[in-house]
């Protein structure tokens, strides 16, 4: 009966409704599933761009040790990494390179604003070579204030990060 | 740098295609040869903090290196151009935040020679020891980068660990964690916390006794030896000649520290020791930072001791204070790094007329380029993170 | 460390005492003698001997000689400076710009290393730079001779003055861009007229 309903001028239209049909049943438990393996595998990219690379190595230590949560491991490649987190002040020079990373990053990414110079510009506001804040070149997800922030509230960034993944509509996968 | 670069013989020829112009000073054309292969390091890299390398290599050695700073430049100053001697201070300690005391400390020299304030004496001491406490502090984050930059994860995790002690100690003292703003003109901000002498003396002791167990892992470890004994030498006379400051000079056999020949505030009154090594290779500059600590907790033992009891620790500033007419100081301390100057010309108002600061990593810089020539490119992250470069501070 | 106030030569504090009494911490200082020290005023000496008029002696103070220098000498008094003093590297190269007498001024702070005795003077040496209204960085009159034959470590130093000020060091064999960014087309940024957003 379903061999008589198929023809080949409205196979495609069939093949759609299919994968209607999955998104509905399994695309929200589907979805949690991705976006669950994705909060656990916040990797930055390794550019340090200002002063605030001190407290993001410092999350690091033995007394932080922000890897217990998963997030934040140290990372080479990235190809590999889907989290930018901004460490400080964007320069003029340095705004492009970090576009290109930006760009050069594969889906999805997530991007931190770490400080209060890559927030608005902080403490150099009225600098010749800094940007008001970051959010003119990237699409920020989460700020985190301070200058520099202490590790523990660059932990409650990632964390109010994973929140937000959590919430977030996985990419359509069917 | 890919850009300026073509391997087609004749485009930038000036007799072909008639290319007569002049360039700007700031350009310049490369030649191309087939066998060198130009590779950037940075600044999105794990082995090179916020500055760029252009490096090119012969097959595994490296023929050239030219160094690109500048991308943390935030025109420091030029902003103390528009701010008083007081509100000059936040941004001035920027640079490194993880030694923002001593960073601070010859801008805060400088400008009580311009305005003519004097220091009350258990001020000086208490400079004298956040000052050390501080520059051990830099120095195992430096050494903790050290551990990371060779592959060596136990040395980042100890050194990484261990300085929150101190962090611990400057967080009683001033309040924050890495940017203390504690030094003002005329003294320090506030005075030590109660107890503070003995929290002091016993977390120093048992930070001396941790240090000490570095040399086992670390030091005499034999692949770190191999990897950084006769690499990257400088030798006494280069060492002089480029100018070069600080664990990198005195790697090299020279026996140069501003604490010793040079005493400001109360050094003069402490017994300081200094460490001197002949060989000049990146595992001599990489061990003088190490025994520089160890000499640190004497120097902090030394000043608890000496300190008076109590005591006012700071002079009252009128507000906006101003120099006395066209006025310049050159005032230098002995920082993490090395010799940090700042030359300050006041014309009278109440903004300096101009600041400079002389910073240690802007003149390590220039070795980098003559250690690096005929080195190995694995051998680079060992020599280039041994200068004791922060990027940060060279760019201001 | 107050013990540096001996900038003015006996002459001068007679007549600039009555500015400078006005800040209260002054008022005990008139008191103490004015003492120029003894070696860094051989120091300033021998070069004053040696050169004559062509340089003017900017102040003695304990541990720091200055020297003001025109730019045609300032070659010559720096290789004396190294082969007759011993001063061998130079810490600090800093500019500072004087629209009012429309000039660049360039600091050297020359230090030693080898010479125990000179461990703790700075030889602070001037020279001054005609500055233009409108600079083109590189192609105007703003030119000094470089150092950079004499002191190898001046070499990042006077890149970075170049490029903040417009002043170019003529012999200088890599005068290109240091720390700002590559498509800088604004005036040199540490001038006076340029000024901050804002401000």
Known sequence: MLKDLVTPENANVFVGKLGDILEKAIGKPLGYAINWGRIWSLWPVHIETACCSVEFGAASSPRYDVERFGIIEAFGSLRQCDLVVVQGTITRKMAPRLRLVYDQMPEPKYVIAMGACAITGGLYFDSYNVLPGIDGIIPVDVYVPGCPPRPETLIQGCMLLQEKIKRMKARKFV | MGGLTSTSKGLYNKGKIGMTFKLPPGLALQKVDERIMTLNVGPQ??????????????????????????????????????RNYILNIPHLERPVIHDSCNVLYPYVLGSEEILGIEVPERAKYVRVIASELNRCIYIMYWLAIYGIFLGHSTMFMWPAGDRELLIDLMEKMTGARVTHAHFVPGGVRNDLPPNFEDVCLRQVNYFEKRIKEYAAIFYDN???????????????QDAIRYGTTGSVLRASGVDYDLRVKEPYDVYEELD????????????????????????????IRQALQKMPKSGSVRTKLKPNPKGKGLDSVYKRVESGRGSLGCYIVSDGKVEPYRVKLSVPSFRNLIALPNLLRGEKLGNMPSVYWSLNYWPVEADR | ????????????????????????????????????????????????????????????KEDRVRINV????????????????????????????????????????????????????????????????NPI??????????????????????????EMFGVFFEGHPDNRRLLLPEDWADLPPLRKDFTIKGR
């Open chain 2, 272 to 299: 300081v020791h200094t460490n001197v090594m002949k060989e000049g290779d990146s595992y001599a500059r990489s061990k003088i930072p190490w025994l520089d600590m160890l000499e640190s907790c004497n120097i």
């Open chain 3, 137 to 162: 960085p590189g192609n105007d009159a703003t030119r000094l001779p470089t150092l950079r034959d004499v002191f190898y470590s001046v070499e990042f130093h006077e890149r970075e003055v170049f």
């Open chain 3, 70 to 133: 025109g730019r045609e000498n300032v070659h010559d008094v720096a290789e004396f400076i190294r082969d007759g003093l011993n001063y061998d590297h130079v810490e600090s190269v800093s500019g500072v710009d004087y629209p009012q007498d429309n000039e660049i001024e360039v600091v050297y702070h020359i230090g030693s290393y080898d010479d125990s005795s000179l461990a703790r003077q700075i030889l602070v040496l001037a020279t001054r730079a005609q500055r233009e209204t």
């Open chain 2, 222 to 236: 034999p692949i770190l030896i191999a990897r950084t004994r006769d690499t990257g030498i400088l030798s006494r």
């Open chain 3, 1 to 60: 460390m107050m013990s540096t106030e001996t900038e003015n030569p006996p002459e001068d504090s007679t007549e600039d005492s009555t500015e400078v009494e006005s800040p209260p911490p002054v008022a005990k200082k008139p008191a103490a003698p004015v003492v120029i020290p003894a070696f860094e005023k051989s120091i300033s000496d021998k070069i004053v001997e040696k050169f004559g008029d062509k340089v003017e002696v900017g102040f003695v």
């Open chain 2, 45 to 82: 890299h794990p082995g090179s903090g916020h500055m760029r390398l252009i490096v090119q290599i012969d097959g595994d050695y490296i023929v050239a290196c030219d160094p690109d700073p500048g991308y943390v430049h935030r025109g420091e100053e030029k902003m103390a151009e528009y």
